[in-house]
Each structure stands twice: as structure tokens, then as C-alpha cells.
């Protein structure tokens, strides 16, 4: 016989699903509840219920929405000739908080990654040919991560938006600020060598 | 005008109210859950309804059950000469796989912290006497957390026993001083049941 209630196991298992908790994390959480309120339970039930029904992608950049377009999209005040594009929506938030990029987004949907059945046709990369090819757009900025799926994913879209007349552009690699010289790999240290500007 | 729906927003808050989850976090999992299917956060929700709905204290130890009494209280093979006093009801589990203590438990459901306003009524120590009093309890373990407010609370309990035909006696100092219980690993908490001195 279990030691504790299903409803209590089941929770824990549920919660355990999520990235980045453990079973033990799961099981605080789960007893976290059980001490709290249950409107605070009821209330986090709601709002995922909510979640799938009240929040889509946006139409044209993929972004989220809760309308057909995402606020970005329908803001008069973004340069519509700039476009940056990202693997996931959470990576605009990123991009957002610089607060260097004033242009759209497109939300690839992930990165390349031949290993997990992702190609190609796997991203939106079609859509962006799309919106490219109707020619407002002058610059593509392609801020996949840095690491070797999303290298590979800016290398692919940039050369399947070569034959378009726009120009491609990609972050620059270098030292993340306020870190120490001496905590940064060999890559970085190569890249931001590689990378170094006349002052 | 925000750039999140207000669904968004509104599930990062409420994964923010869970304890050790910051916004950074909150943020994370509110996007996992966006991409994963609908039916995932659906059993998520589910399980978070069942949980007030199917769980309640046991009406004699005040661990979690789903009848009347708990698996544990129900179990005929538990010792009922020896019980175990503890803090919360994830207390429980800590206690139970070290597999040393073979008792039966009472949660107190806290310690006292004057501070916070959590004197003696607030916690289950009436109903502990009452069930010292019965007769059948030989011995009684008090496994508070090896803190300050867990320190005062045991020699409170011990001291409210006092007047009790009982023996009461306290897990060795194998537990790491200043620690939370439920992150005990199971060889400390076996060698402290192992090693419990009387009061």
C-alpha cells in the first residue's frame, strides 16, 4: 500500500514532468500545495486551463498572441525593415529585455537537428521566405544560440535567404559583459579574439 | 501595452507564488507549457483540483490521507509503542525511508516561532497529550528539525510529557545542525533514529 494518497503521488508526477524539477523538488512542491490554499491551488489550475485556450501563435511571426497577430506585430511604432529571428518565442523576450532591437521577429519554432527528426520542414522557415520575398524587409538578423544546432540552423536560413535581395546579419559572438576574462571557454575566447574592433 | 497575453502573464505569476521558484523560472515553465500539448497542462490543473478535493489530514497523526485515518496509522504492522513527532507531513517521508522507524507519527504542523505568532495552540501538541495519555505509547521520538524553532519546540513537547508515563527521546546530532529535515539524507537519518538519547 502506497504511503500517501494517489491524488498526492499524482500531483508530484505531474509536477515532475516540468524541466528543471526533480522528484524531490516535485514532491515540495506538491506538499507546498497542500499547505497553501486551495484557491492558490485553484487559481494555478485556472490559469493553465486558460494558457491553451486563450494563447496561439501569432500568424505572421509565431510569437505569442492572443489575438490572430502578437502585440509586437501590431505595434505602428517597430521597424517593419528589420526582422530578427529566433528559435524559440522565449527567445524574443530575450532579445527584448537589450532593448537594442526595435524591427519584427520570427519565431523558427527550434533549431536543426537532424538527431531528433527535425528538419527543415520541422521550422518556419518557409513562412520566412514568405515574408522576406514581399520585399518591405532590408535586414534579417538570424540570433539562433550560439551553439552548434543553432550555428547550423543560421548557416542553412542564411543560404536559403541568399537569393532574395535582403541583407543577413548574425549577433556578434564575443565576451558576455560583467563576466571574468578568465571563466570564458576557449570558443568564446576565440570568437571574441576572432571578432575584435579597433577602438 | 504588454507583450505577453495576459494568460501568460498571470501563469508565470502563479508558478512564481510557489516556494523556490523565481521569475526567471516561472517564466521557463509557463513557455515549456505552452509548447507542450494542451493535455499535459490539462492533468497539471487536474491533479492540482484532486489534490483538496481527495486529500485530507489524518484524523489521528495528521499526515496526508485519503480516508479517515492514513496508510500509515491503518497499517497493523506499524509499532504502536513508538511514535515519531514531527514538524510536517513531508517529515513523514524523510523518517520513512531511512526505514529505521517502524512507530507511528504525529505532525505537529509547525514549530513554534513567537515571531511569527506560532505558539503551543497553534500546533497539534493537545492532541499529541491526548494520545500519550491513552496508555499505549512506550516511547515518543521527537524528530523536529535540528534548528533553532525545532530545538525549542522539542524540549517544549518533552517537557508537556513530562507529566506522562513515557519515555522521550530526541534523533542523535547525526542530523547536520541548522538544516531543513526533509533534506536529510537517508544514512544520517537512519544512524540519528539509531542513535536517539532521552531528554
Do not use: N, W
Amino acid at each position: 500500500m502506497p504511503l500517501v494518497p494517489e491524488a498526492v503521488e499524482r500531483l508530484a508526477a505531474e509536477f515532475g514532468r516540468l524541466p528543471g524539477i526533480g522528484p524531490k523538488t516535485a514532491q515540495r512542491l506538491t506538499f507546498y500545495c497542500l499547505r497553501a490554499s486551495a484557491e492558490m491551488s485553484q487559481r494555478l489550475a485556472g490559469a493553465l486551463t486558460d494558457l491553451h485556450t486563450r494563447v496561439r501563435p501569432c500568424s505572421r511571426c509565431f510569437f505569442i498572441a492572443d489575438g490572430p497577430l502578437c502585440a509586437i506585430c501590431t505595434d505602428a511604432k517597430r521597424d517593419g525593415s528589420l526582422l530578427c529571428v529566433v528559435e524559440e518565442a522565449l527567445d524574443v523576450l530575450a532579445v527584448e529585455r537589450s532593448g537594442e532591437f526595435h524591427g519584427l521577429y520570427h519565431v523558427l519554432g527550434g533549431a536543426l537537428s537532424p538527431m531528433d527528426g527535425v528538419g527543415p520542414d520541422e521550422l518556419r522557415i518557409r513562412e520566412l521566405e514568405a515574408r522576406v520575398a514581399e520585399g518591405e524587409i532590408r535586414e534579417v538578423v538570424i540570433a539562433t544560440d550560439p551553439d552548434v544546432e543553432g550555428e547550423a540552423t543560421a548557416y542553412y536560413v542564411a543560404e536559403r535567404l541568399a537569393k532574395l535581395e535582403v541583407t543577413v546579419s548574425r549577433p556578434a559572438h564575443g565576451l558576455p559583459a560583467g563576466s571574468d576574462l578568465e571563466y570564458a571557454d576557449e570558443l568564446t575566447m576565440a570568437r571574441a579574439f576572432a571578432g575584435r574592433r579597433a577602438l
